[in-house]
């Protein structure tokens, strides 16, 4: 039997109050350390019933105050973040509507001075342009949604 | 509530105020809580720790997120004020042996306490605490809260030879520590 199986055998018997096996020399030293682990961690040890009912008493009342306390900062938190919340959306939607509607009017009002439209045509659009002004709103409307789901 | 809920129901139902979910969790880990703290702290102490640690948990409660599980949020808490305790303990010794030598050089007698076992329990429950976190834990997961190696292994997803293996690791290093601070 391996060293380790033996000195989990020693435990267990000495947990359940058997005598336990002897066991060989080389563990000598972990039979003493496990016995007086043993007498200071006595897991049958009663709590005093004085005690116990100080412990429950006060646990409990801890615990109602910490909910009352909660419950009204949740309270207070719906009452003052719905402003918030609006006034960061609104902002962030409209930042996002302006890149997109800067980036539009400046494709397509100017083509570029070494390629001018011809005056009565549409002038040419760099969709790559436009595609980055479109990627940059998305990102920004992506991060307000991620930013509200964090807050509620 | 029925007392074999799981502890995530309990912790929903608790932080939605039901004061017997609440009662529920803490009668389950009670008795664990109360023999860890026993196991690492002098007895004249223990209740007052163990206090500290279930007020601290029902004030902290509501901010629970779950991200991990309950009972190792709990011994969190149970480390942390333990070692609250240690720093409190240490900070006062120190004062205390300053005052004593300050006794000694002006001639006052001190006594001083010959029980041996008060001693080598103190050194234990010391040698313990400065131990790595995973020693700890198995050996206060078969001492105080009396799991089996069987479930210990369970507990830590390990096999029972490396459950087994870490344990007399733990034990050799706590003999080591002991060891070293006798001498």
């Known amino acids: 039997m391996r060293l380790e199986d033996q000195l989990a055998n020693y435990t267990d018997q000495l947990l359940v109050g058997q005598l336990p096996d002897e ?10 350390i496990t016995r007086q682990l043993h007498a200071i961690i006595a897991p049958d040890t009663e709590m ?37 919340l609006m006034s960061v959306q609104g902002l962030s ?43 940059i709103g998305l990102v920004v409307v992506v991060g307000l949604y991620f930013f509200n789901r964090r807050q509620s | 509530m029925t007392s074999d ?8 139902q ?36 163990t ?22 949020w709990l011994y969190t808490i149970v480390n942390r004020q333990i070692a609250d305790y240690y720093r409190r303990y240490y900070r006062t010794n120190e004062n205390l042996s300053v005052s004593l030598e300050a006794q000694e050089e002006e001639g006052i007698e001190i006594a001083v306490s010959d029980d041996e076992n008060v001693d080598e329990k103190v050194l234990l429950q010391q040698a313990l ?18 799991l089996s190696f069987a479930e210990i292994a369970e507990a830590r997803k390990q096999t029972l ?14 003999n080591a520590k002991v060891d070293r601070d006798v001498l």
């Open chain 1, 48 to 84: 005093k019933a004085d005690f116990r009912s100080r412990l429950n008493h006060s646990v409990m009342d801890e615990f109602e105050q910490a909910q009352r306390q909660h419950r009204q900062t949740r309270q207070t938190r719906k009452n003052i973040l719905p402003f918030k």
């Open chain 1, 23 to 32: 066991l060989p020399a080389e563990l000598e030293r972990e039979a003493r």
């Open chain 2, 5 to 12: 809920a799981s502890d995530e129901h309990l912790v929903k």
């Open chain 2, 129 to 146: 605490q400065e131990l790595p976190e995973n020693y700890q834990e198995i050996i206060l997961m078969r001492f105080a809260d009396g």
């Open chain 1, 93 to 135: 939607a409209a930042a996002a509507i302006l890149i997109v509607l800067v980036g539009a009017i400046a494709v397509f009002s100017d083509p570029g001075d070494d390629n001018p439209a011809p005056v009565g045509t549409t002038p040419e659009i760099s969709i790559e342009a436009f595609a980055g002004f479109v990627v």
């Open chain 2, 14 to 49: 608790a932080q939605t105020g039901d004061r017997e979910a609440f009662l529920t969790l803490y009668n389950r880990y009670l008795k664990k809580v109360y023999n860890r703290v026993k196991s690492r702290i002098p007895p004249q102490d223990a209740e007052d720790v």
């Open chain 2, 161 to 174: 030879e490396a459950t087994k293996s870490l344990f007399r690791r733990a034990i050799q290093a706590l």
């Open chain 2, 51 to 72: 206090q500290d640690i279930f007020i601290a948990v029902a004030r902290s409660l509501p901010n629970f997120e779950q991200r991990s599980r309950f009972n190792t």
